[in-house]
């Protein structure tokens, strides 16, 4: 039996106007990714500051697997059309195109990966959204930024203090084994 992946979408405003948003599922196939390094140009110019940000769309809802899998999750093209179904996007008429036109070519996205720690490390997104570590403690204040085209600086390859000086501030373990298996 296939994984089930995110399709569908449904969007509702609370009475305090905050928009809601749940999910279905269907037994489509995982999303497409190209893996390349910092600042490839997406297939699809995601304004994370106007989802994340102005809509306040939890970074879970299409990193959909982060609480349950060493990988975040790429959000198939299904995820977008959910919404996109019935919000226009009027900001970015040319994306939303390029959007309809994945999905109805039944085409995933091929996303840019932008965030990859080194070969000979681990980051398991599972164990760190589980301790209550925000996103935005590794990628920076998404909320705020357009389009992400290039990883925060502290994501050097040369950068494993950065992690270490994490790991200590939160009483994580510092056991070379923790990261490196």
Request: proline share 6%.
């Amino acid at each position: 039996m296939r994984k089930q992946w995110l399709t569908l979408a449904v969007v509702a405003v609370s009475a305090s106007g905050v928009l809601a948003f749940a999910r279905a599922q269907d037994t489509a196939a995982p999303p497409a990714e190209v893996t390349a390094d910092a600042g490839g140009t997406q297939p699809i110019q995601f304004p994370h500051d106007i989802h994340a940000g102005q809509y306040q769309m939890d970074c879970q809802y299409c990193h959909f697997s982060a609480e349950r899998s060493v990988d975040a999750g790429i959000p198939p093209v299904q995820a977008c059309m959910g919404c996109h179904l019935m919000i226009a996007g009027t900001a970015n008429p040319g994306e939303i195109e390029k959007l309809r036109g994945y999905n109805q070519r039944q085409e995933q996205i091929p996303w840019v990966r932008i965030y990859k720690v080194a070969d000979h490390v681990h980051f398991p997104h599972m164990r760190h959204v589980n301790a209550g570590i925000a996103c935005q403690s590794c990628h920076g204040q998404v909320q705020e930024m357009g389009v992400i085209t290039e990883r925060a600086p502290e994501w050097g390859a040369e950068n494993m203090g950065w992690c270490v000086s994490c790991h200590v501030q939160e009483g994580a373990s510092r056991d070379c084994t923790v990261c490196h298996y």
